[in-house]
């Protein structure tokens, strides 16, 4: 697949599918050469991940996006590690995706989501930086006339052990960068390792304090235009009729045009293109989808719930018998809605189109899918076509889609030779997203006489993100990452065990397009599992905690991370006057994370999150400092969309359109939040996903505990739940 | 024509008096650190000071503004050197993606002028800012910081 030549948005689409475990890279992928291959100021490249410059700074080229995840500096740690360099004296740079395409993908993978920045490279970019070093290495013995074996390297300078000769990286670059790249790259022991699993700071904070950092928002080109743009509101509509003449006389404004079932206006200014833009008297045609709403969407899930047919992705024993059979039967229905990412930044891409090549500048998670969406808009050969990849504000899986980017340049195309950006309205965001999907779940459980959990059987009914976003991707028809967390083995296991149990989907998609939403399908899944567990725990009378604990006996690791938040978090132990405990544990993206929340309620209503204790075993940890971060960052996205967010759908469309109405925590809610990065070694687990999953249903469990309410739909602001 | 004083120099710009300053701001001026975020006053990405308060500049039309003094995120550090709250963001590690920092950074500078030593109740009072990426826990540690320094 590294030497793909033929780059079809299908492939491209297949390549980088933001689930479904990264690309099978091998381990001989080519490091660059033969003949030096020189960065953009003429420094030499010592591999295609280090280029060194004669001051002995190092370049490391980073191909995964950074959105604030902190996956810029994991990768940058790993590639120093192993180049034995200087930490201090590091930078980095995005290497574009056409050089990438042009140089047969010898940087890998661009996609970034699914939690797979880190733990999907991690190998090869080791041994960049490992291969680099050897060549470094080899470079200063041939200059001394040494063997390289009696040469060590360490913080970018090269000594020769017997004499005590000493040399520096950017001196022996140029004669290394000539060199063969060795075939075999030995990597360090865990070990031994200096930087990895190093709390360093960030790579990329100095110029986000100083109003310096160039979002796709910021971008500047000389004669750049501005555009603003309104797509049909009802999903799959079309522009009936609109009328540009009062907005084209309007100030700034140089254009009025529809582009596929929107229509945009480009002006000198942004504020002018929008302020035109809704002067345009725009008529839409739904089609039969101006019909649909959140009732009736939500009439087709319940239907799902006991309909038939349904794919099975997690069964053993026999569950009905069990359940039929058993002292005490539990059941609960469970509903989650649609929710927007709502990235900080609203979406945007810039673009300059002329009749033989296509530029774009753009914040996206998968700087690849933007190039085949650019080379698809323009007409033009992917070689023609090239993608600057900018800081993201914010992606959370938004930004892994290209649909801003295809408006940006079939915008562009009505231009040639005027670079024009395209930015997004906070409205237009909100009503053009790839939603969290909708989903209901119906829980069913069987107690013995001795309140042993003897069957359970979850049936899931609602949309696959699979089946709109990646249909190639579909096993048989089925999404197996609707059962994230619930796998009978794998990075989403279900780590309980029950001797039988059968987990099904009934898909039932609608017309609101779904999408990667952080933590994809572990938010409603985790919910629905671990608020039902502790339904189960006092059904049978049991402690929530020995109640999972039971259950969880032949997996270490997940018993490991609940230990340790029951322990840190302080169950079984007296809380605070007013506040109560709830527990949650979840195993996704290879990692096994776990949280103990604290709230009390005021008033019946009144809603505090006090403090959550967080556990997670991602296996090795890069960064601990920045996966304490995630943990903290992960609640406050998960938590506000539990407390507050959702999206309805009335006539077909979306019925929020700014923070008003779709809310997110302030730093007044947030509560304190402890965290344990506990790598217990050997495996390579996410870290921006995972956590986000057990707040919800930890401070769901607590709520419980302090009111005796247990609440199955969301956001709780539907309840009269005021959140403080 | 408008008359604005940003981050203490005079520039006279041709606008529409109804254009929000952010916009102004962003687009006349070409200062991009101050961000878009709702356009309705609710997220905070926009917040920078007018005579030292805090306003969130989507909706503050430029004509209210002439004749005041304008500080954006650019206005802060002065020849390079970080204010004291910019230095507690960066000891802190705060930032994520730091799409709403300056916001939050231009909200909690207004707050330590009035308040030096601000306790947790007043900091829940003062920043409203949305950070989608939930650096709120770093944000309250590095006010702290900053309060101390
Ligand atoms: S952009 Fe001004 S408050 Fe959101
Ligand atoms: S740091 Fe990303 S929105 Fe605040």
Redesign the pocket.
Known sequence: MLESPKLTRRSFLISSAAVGGGLALGLNIPFGGPGVVRAADGSPEITAWVVIRPDDTVVVRIARSEM?QGTLTGLAQLVAEELECDWSKVITEYPTPGTNVARKRVWGDYGTGGSRGIRTSQDYVRKGGAAARMMLVQAAADGWKVPASECVAANSTITHKPSGRKTSYGKVAEAAAKLEVPKDVPLKDPKDWKIIGKPVKRLDTVDKLTGKQVYGADVKLPGMLNAAIKDCPIFGGKVKSFDPAKAAGMPGVKKVLQIENAIAVVADTWWHAKTALDAVNIEWDGGANEKVSSASIAEMLTEGLSAEQAFVHNQAGDSKAAIDGAAKKVEAVYVYPFQNHAC?EPMNATAIYTADSCKVWVGTQNGEAALAAAAEASGLPVAKCDVEKLLL??GFGRRGFTDYVRQAVLIAKEMPGTPVKLLWSREEDMLHGKYHPIMQAKLTGGLDAAGNLTGLEIRLSGQSILASARPEALDKGKDPFSFQGFWPTGEHSLEYTIPNIKIDHAMRNTHVPPGFWRGVNINQNAIFLECFMDELALAAGKDALEFRRALMSKNPKSLAVLNAVADKGGWGKPAAPGVHRGLAHFRAFGSYVAACAEVSVKDGNKVKVHRIVAATDTGYAVNPAQIERQIAGSFVYGLSAMFAQECTVKDGRIEQENFHSYNSMRIAQMPKVESIVMPSGGFWGGVGEPTICVAAPAVLNAIFAATGKRFRSFPLKNHGIEWV | MARLTINGKSQAFDVDPNTPLLWVLREQVGLTGTKYGCGVALCGACTVHVDGAPMRSCVVPVSAVEGKKITTIEGLAVNGRLTKVQQAWLDNDV???????SG?IMAVTALLDKSPKPTDAQIDAAITN??????FQQVREAIHAAARA
């Open positions: 604030g900080m504000g914010g | 930032p994520q993606c730091g799409y709403c920092q939050m949305i950070c989608r990426c939930g650096t």
